[in-house]
């Protein structure tokens, strides 16, 4: 990858929103597992990443902080990730999934509700993240900006070898990641409700003129996570009806139940 990746980040039509901090170094963390053994480190530098390449367990590696351009032109090198797919890494995609035969770039968006945001400031209630993985025969490679996430209870099951995730492969585990990001949509839809519940109590008790804006910044977020839903639809049923080798046909039966969710 050249530094034309770096110009994108920088200076493109929809950059990442805090990508350029080069001063960061990036949180990298390992976890390797199979059904028998589990190992889990936090690594300096991201050449302690390699040797689990050639290892037959299955290998999840999490970048937070998309700071550093060297970091990823050296995964890139290793993993043989195309240098266009790195640059998407480094920019804001739509929700997506690209078949490259030996791997498959998935990009989903990851929706938090910030409970400090002032919507009758006009702050949003939704702050995004967005999601980038490389699933290949026997790892993932995740990408994403903020380090708080909503994959810590997908850790601690593996950290337990709770459920069948210690004894599945790495389509698996990107499934489960998919999920978890899914499931935190529903959290995000009860506090909507929640607060849209807090506003007709007002509008009737005491229905002062400032209350509309509140109103008016509650659909926006409504209508904001509405057009995030169809573009990772879109996504997941592209991955469930993929003929990669990379993905089994037990997975694509709880991929399925992921797409029901983003139907619900």
Known sequence: MDRSGEAACVNGPDPHPTCGKPGEAPKITVIDYDDQSYHEVEVKDVAECFPFKQKPTVTWINIDGLHQVDVLEKLGSCYGIHPLVLEDILTDQ?????????????????????????????????????????????????????????????????????????????????????????????????????????????????????ILPTIYNLKRDMLFMRKSVWPLREAISRLQRTDSHLVSETTKIYLRDVYDHTIR
């Open 94 to 210: 739509r929700p997506k999934v690209e078949d490259y035969d030996d791997y498959i770039f998935i990009v989903l968006k990851m929706l938090y509700y910030n409970e400090n945001g002032d919507d009758t400031l006009g702050d949003t209630k939704i702050d995004v993240d967005q999601v980038s993985m490389i699933l290949g025969p026997n790892f993932i490679i995740s990408f994403k900006e903020k380090e708080v996430d909503v994959f810590n209870p997908l850790r601690d099951r593996l950290r337990m070898a709770r459920g069948r995730i210690r004894k599945q492969g790495a389509d698996y585990l990107a499934y489960s990641m998919m999920d978890s990001i899914v499931d935190h949509y529903f959290v995000i839809m009860e506090r909507l409700g929640e607060r849209f519940e807090e506003l007709e109590d007002m509008v009737v008790a005491n229905p002062e003129p400032g």
